[in-house]
């Protein structure tokens, strides 16, 4: 669905608020990527801007952009009407934008004072005049009608707490417009409306905002613009009252390039991966990510897991893969409980992971792409103590063909290759172990369109041999791809079971994206 | 994600163009010409240099530091430090100048004389030991490699002062009556006139190059080091190959440590002091990454010899021994300087 972008864009469609930022036809591509084509966006005065798209769309390309983090290829950026560059983040908030990242940026050992005033300290004759910083401290947390005392070291305060303290940070450089990133996602629901009343209290004080959100119909009740993205192009804007949630997610998932169908034609097998009543530890250390799962893959079954950041699906699948304890209930590898396995010998058993940052997890970025296609399977080409040169190009050489690595040769440096390839090279390194069940958390994350049909094309060869596929996933428009079964996980538990034939918006709804928290 | 993938793969092609072979070649090979310039250097201003007996004795007092830095350089290529290695030569140079002196059992009332093979056995195996006791600590205490192994220095040190009350074991050489001597055929000795001590570099360097190249341990211990989320996942036992590390480097130093006490025909307790840092000079001069999972058996011996070759032509053309100093500070933060330029380029935040 390519609707002319045109027709809705900003500049054909003056607003009575006044533009404070815009962004005119502002490109980016990293090589051969192209993460932004050509997007128009509008910042108003005093107003919210809410930026909806999937994982991927160029949320935080642009938002990267906007603050500084990134030069775009093309296109140019307007602050008040005069065209800016924008050189470093510093240089963005010294021209009155700041951006309030996902992962907070406060140091947690010091207190809500310093952390304030950090890198800005205000000097006194006799070092850092710390009397006039908490005496601002405290008015800014006056005008924010928040109570925290300015002496309170940041590690002591909840979340939220923390959030304003970030927000206490970006008004006290007399910021105008403030880029909020995913602000709720770690809130409890009456953080959520503290927030908001702080937004409202900005709005009404002249900040823009511009807001970026899962929780849709909690973006909703906040913003007075929305623009949506989709693989890099802006597919939509328009101002709060024309649109209704059914407007977002239709703009957000569109319709979908065909990432292939389930195979079909060849029948289950037995039950390859059993997981009965099994509960994670949460990363945190506090309570279980995963709360008493219970879930069966057959042999030759493709399962997706769909659920939003922090649902669990990680955890799950690292603790089923052997990289963290449970804390309660079995694991059954075709019937026999692996608990107490380690990692090797679960992968010697059939069991496979291919996890979800390739960078931190799936590859070793000094060893070159035919190393790290055998890393997996070095028993295999290992004949008595030393290894052979000869099997181990063997098996190199299959995986290659097999996954269709596109590269200079096996010798190549892997970070010659492009995201979707050393995806590929990271499922090619454990597909050369022989799995019968293969999980894959995130599979298509950061890789184009084409990678990603690929990918799925040959996770769909493989279960037709008989191998069972669990892949987990954010956007919706995957899980109708080759999944015979989708799992929707909310909080570390199943909360919905689709077959093939639902439709995106039951998934979304299931897994509680358009609710708030 | 996707913009760190892609920025790597913009820049990683870069050092591969064509334009660049020369500058590539030189960076590539830089211990290599440094060796060849040196050696041209030192042949010019002294006659004596440039002879094959001085470059017998040299290489022979190469061989220590090049055992320390191949042991170094396993613990380097995992991504670790190994700061005993110093006090374990000195500690285990000790221990077999004690066990050449007799073991007297005090309730049977007998002194052993254990022959010379099981000292060096039993002398090996301590330097094991206490590259065990490093390991342990490192991969399953999870102490900081720098303090476990910066213990451990003092630790050995300590206990190698202790045994012989401060003083040196003088008499390595054995008695034919006793049947153990032969000590000194390691220190003194030559193999179709090449000096015992080059011979077991040579020979422990080839198992390296081997165990590093050809063996699942070897690939292990790049990957782990490269990447041990990534190797964990794949299968690779990482903390059996951290503990590993630290024992062969502490093998490593055993065997320095008898090679130098035999060299010396005799044992102090503070032999060996600051030569860890000499090794980790040789492991970076060589080219390997401190950060990890880059490195070779060629490159390190290559560090050991400039670095050794250096000081000893310093020597031979009477440069003031605190000139000696500087040089070798000067070269190692040369050589560091290069390899960020080497890698530099490559990182990927971690």
Known sequence: MKTPAHSETPTNRPDEAEVVLAARNVAKSYGAVHALKGVNFDVHRGQVTTLFGENGAGKSTLMKILSGVQQPTSGELLLEGKPVTFSSTVDARDRGISIIHQELSLAPNMNVRDNIFMGREIMGV???????????????????????????????????????????????????????????????????????????????????????????????????????????????????????????VRNMVGENFDLGSPPEGHAFGAPALQLENLSVPANSGIGNAVEQLNLTVKAGEIVCIYGLMGAGRTEMMECVAGRTEATGGRILLHGEDISGLTIAQRIEAGLVLVPEDRQRDGLVQTMSVGRNLSLASIGNFTRGLLTSRRDEREIIDRSIREVTVKTDGPDAPIGSLSGGNQQKVVIGKMLATSPSVVLLDEPSRGIDIGAKAEVFRILADHARDGMAVVYSTSEVGECLAIAHRIIVMRRGQIAAEFTHDTTKEAIMAASGESLVA | MSETT?????????????????????????????????????????????????????????????????????????????????????????????????????????????????????????????????????????????????????????????????????????DVSLDNTGFGWLGFNRLFGVPIGVIVLAIVAIVAGLVLSRTAFGRWLYSSGGNERAAELSGVPVKRVQVSVY???????????????????SAGPTAGTTYELTAIAAVVVGGASLMGGR??????????????????????????????????????????????????????GR
């Open chain 2, 6 to 174: 892609t920025t790597s793969a913009e820049t990683a092609p870069a050092g591969k163009k064509s334009g660049f072979s020369i500058v590539h070649l030189l960076l590539e090979g830089r211990a290599f010409f440094a060796l060849i310039a040196i050696i041209a250097t030192f042949s010019f201003l002294s006659p004596n240099y440039a002879t094959v007996s001085n470059f017998l004795i040299m290489s022979n007092h190469v061989a220590i530091f090049g055992l320390l830095a191949l042991g170094m350089m396993l613990v380097i290529l995992n991504g670790g430090i190994d700061l005993s290695v110093g006090s374990v030569l000195g500690l285990t140079g000790v221990f077999a100048g004690f066990l050449m002196q007799g073991v007297e059992i005090q309730s049977a009332g007998v002194i052993l004389y254990p022959p010379v093979w099981a000292v060096v056995v039993m002398t090996i195996g301590l330097g094991a030991f206490v590259g065990l006791c490093n390991g342990v600590l490192i991969a399953y205490f999870r102490v900081p490699a720098f303090v476990a192994t910066l213990g451990s220095l003092y630790v050995a040190r300590g206990v190698a002062l202790l045994m012989t009350n401060g003083l040196t074991f003088n008499n390595l050489r054995g």
């Open chain 2, 247 to 265: 024992v062969l480097s502490g093998m490593c130093a055993a065997i320095a440590g008898l090679v130098l006490s035999s060299q010396l025909t």
């Open chain 1, 126 to 248: 006799t070092g850092v005049d710390f009397a006039e910083e908490e005496r601002q401290a405290r008015a800014l947390m006056e005008e924010l009608e928040e109570d925290i005392d300015p002496l309170t070291r940041v590690e002591d305060l909840r979340l939220g707490q923390q959030q304003i303290v970030e927000i206490a940070r970006a008004l006290s450089v007399k910021s105008r417009i403030l880029i909020m990133d995913e602000p709720t996602s770690a809130l409890s629901a009456s953080e959520v409306e503290v927030l908001f009343g702080v937004i409202r209290d900005l709005k009404e004080r002249g900040v823009s905002i511009v807001y970026i959100s899962h929780h849709l119909e909690e973006a909703l009740t906040i913003t007075d613009h929305a623009v949506v993205l989709r693989d890099g192009e802006m597919t939509a804007y328009a101002p709060r009252n024309e649109i209704d949630l059914e407007w977002i």
């Open chain 2, 295 to 348: 490195g070779t058996v060629r490159g390190t011996l290559l560090g050991a010899f400039v670095i050794g070759f250096l000081s000893d032509g310093l020597v031979i053309i009477g440069v003031s021994s605190y000139w000696q100093t500087v040089f070798t500070g000067a070269v190692i933060v040369l050589a560091v300087m290069l390899n960020s330029i080497q890698y530099g380029g490559r990182r990927i």
